[in-house]
């Protein structure tokens, strides 16, 4: 009789177990996910031979948790840091960060012919940023042969750069480290100057460009791009996202080039014009999402500074590895102005038109960035003498999961990793709560009276 009973605890508990696990918020399931995998790859970062310089905790840490947001800043050389069983680490930890753990889960599930439950849809939906449990299977599919596809294409073209240079086995590991790396938006190189060595070389300033641009416009952009042919057909987020995109690029490229052109700390020091347009084409593109840099970024014009911290703020696309408030988000903010002092209340773009409830997602998503972002700065200014906008320039990188810095990481003290370790994974996984509550409809019980408030 004891047998019994104990099987009849032991799956009571159970039970007990996936009731309370069922009423967990899927974000947080999937940060908890995150930060096992930071703590999984601080640990393998740890086992002997994995780094070639003495590696404390602190610095397994940050790495990890560097690679795991795909952000890229380091206190650790990579190549010459870490063996190539660490490299290979952090290329994995890179690679799970950017696409999310919830999409390995379901195509492991999916190939070993397992049923993917509707607790696992959830958790994927969040994961993936969408809004309908619908077709998300096949944006699963999708997803998987564009990363392989594209990273295959990125490493092919790279390593006819890398290999004639460094020989075939550095050559392919290099021009795969560095598709994978741009992809995934991640900055993260194998090379302590980052990619300032090829800064006039047209195919590297071509490929990685085209690799963490196409990794930044999200999944379902590229989905509705292949399966829909002209533009009135594609939706209206692939619209925004792609537009705003070419705006930002349009804005950004050429603004570089005006203020940093005769800096000879920055555009100054290369020889040529052709040099210099591939330069600052280049560092327009890689701030709001992947973090590499051709130029030294410590040299740069306190405007040019600027600038790059608001692109790194607005970031990539939804369901994308970039990170950022998103395009979406800014197009969305800037449309809400326009209507606003056109007095019309309702939002229009591309013959659809938006609802007040998406204008106060967006308000919600940038003042939550605006406050993490300010108390962010607040803080690690309080722990360091260093330069404000170092070091502000720092907490918005970490933020927008970009990776530039102008020098500073390696200064950090413990309190000023901290900051960064956090700003990193809030603003890796921070959208995915924040997209959770906003999706969440809570019907109000008590209807108030309209009041008045002066604003202005």
């Known amino acids: 009789m004891r047998a019994p009973s104990l099987l009849r605890g032991l799956f009571g508990r159970g039970a007990l177990r996936r009731g309370l696990l069922r009423r967990v918020p899927p974000p947080a399931v999937l940060a908890l996910l995150y930060a096992g995998l930071i703590c999984a790859g601080a640990l393998l970062l740890k086992l002997p031979g994995a780094a070639l310089v003495p ?24 190549g010459s840091g870490f063996s ?23 195509l492991i599930l999916s190939m070993l012919g397992r049923r993917v439950g509707f607790t696992h849809h959830i958790y994927l939906r969040e994961d993936l940023n969408q809004t309908s449990l619908h077709d998300l299977l096949r944006l699963v599919r999708v997803i998987l042969r564009v990363v392989l596809g594209v990273e295959l294409a990125g490493a092919a073209l790279l390593a006819l750069v890398f290999v004639p240079e460094f020989g075939w086995g550095p050559g392919l590991w290099d021009a795969l480290f560095h598709a994978v790396s741009a992809f995934n938006n991640a900055g993260f190189a194998l090379f302590p100057d980052s990619l300032s060595a090829w800064v006039a070389d047209p195919l590297i300033n071509l490929v990685i460009p085209a690799l963490f641009i196409v990794g930044g416009l999200g999944y379902t952009v590229l989905s509705d791009l292949a399966q829909t042919r002209g533009w009135h057909r594609l939706t209206l987020h692939s619209k925004i996202m792609l537009a705003g995109s070419a705006a930002l690029i349009l804005w950004s490229v050429p603004s570089f080039a005006l203020i940093e052109w005769t800096n000879p700390e920055t555009l100054g020091a290369i020889d040529g014009t052709g040099g210099r347009l591939l330069a600052s084409w280049f560092q327009a593109v890689t701030t709001r999402t992947a973090g590499f840099n051709t130029v030294e970024i410590s040299g740069l014009h306190d405007g040019t500074a600027l600038m790059m911290m608001c692109l790194m703020v607005i970031g990539g696309g939804s369901t994308s590895t970039a990170g950022g408030i998103k395009v979406t988000t800014f197009v969305v903010l800037l449309i809400a102005m326009v209507s606003f002092f056109r007095r019309r209340m309702t939002l229009t773009l591309f013959g659809r038109s938006l609802g007040n409830e998406e204008v106060m997602k967006v308000l919600a998503l940038a003042m939550v960035s605006v406050l993490v972002v300010m108390t962010g700065i607040f803080v690690i200014l309080t722990s360091h003498d260093g330069d404000f906008l170092d070091l502000s320039f720092e907490v918005v990188s970490a933020f927008g999961t970009v990776g530039l810095t102008r020098g500073t990481t390696g200064e950090l003290d413990t309190l000023g990793r901290i900051v960064v370790m956090a700003m990193m994974f809030i603003g890796r996984v921070g959208p995915l709560t924040l997209g959770f509550f906003l999706a969440t409809r809570i019907p109000p019980r008590i209807r108030y009276p309209a009041g008045r408030v002066h604003l202005g």
Not at 68 to 77: E, Q, R
Not at 88 to 100: E, K, N, R, S, T
């Open 55 to 78: 590696l404390g905790w602190g610095d397994a840490v940050f790495t990890a948790t560097s690679a795991v947001t795909v952000t890229g800043l380091a206190v650790v050389d990579t």
């Open 84 to 106: 190539l069983f660490g490299q290979a680490v952090i290329l994995l930890l890179i690679q799970l960060g950017g696409l999310g753990l919830m999409t390995f889960a379901v």
